[in-house]
């Protein structure tokens, strides 16, 4: 069952990053994630980038309080 969510993750990065943002080679994609985010989804992200041979950082943003 893990299996398939991590195939899932790689198929939606895979499409976000290729089809929805058009990742060219040679471009610098900044990945924002919460410390709560599904690291599977972010893996799948810079796979994808890197597939692309575009470069990636991966910047941990804190969570925020509601006020």
Same mark, same amino acid.
């Given at each position: =069952? @893990?299996?398939? +969510?991590?195939?899932?993750?790689? @198929? +939606?990065?895979?499409? %976000?990053?290729?089809?929805?943002?058009?990742?060219?080679?040679?471009?610098?994609? %900044?990945?924002?994630?919460?410390?709560?985010?599904? =690291?599977?989804?972010?893996?799948?992200?810079?796979?994808?980038?890197? +597939?692309?041979?575009? @470069?990636?950082?991966?910047?941990?943003?804190?969570? +925020?309080?509601?006020?």
């Amino acid at each position: =069952m @893990e299996d398939n +969510r991590m195939i899932e993750c790689i @198929e +939606r990065a895979d499409y %976000l990053m290729g089809n929805l943002m058009g990742v060219k080679a040679g471009e610098e994609v %900044l990945i924002v994630i919460d410390p709560q985010t599904d =690291m599977r989804m972010a893996n799948a992200t810079t796979g994808a980038v890197s +597939r692309l041979v575009a @470069e990636y950082g991966i910047y941990i943003m804190p969570i +925020r309080g509601k006020g």
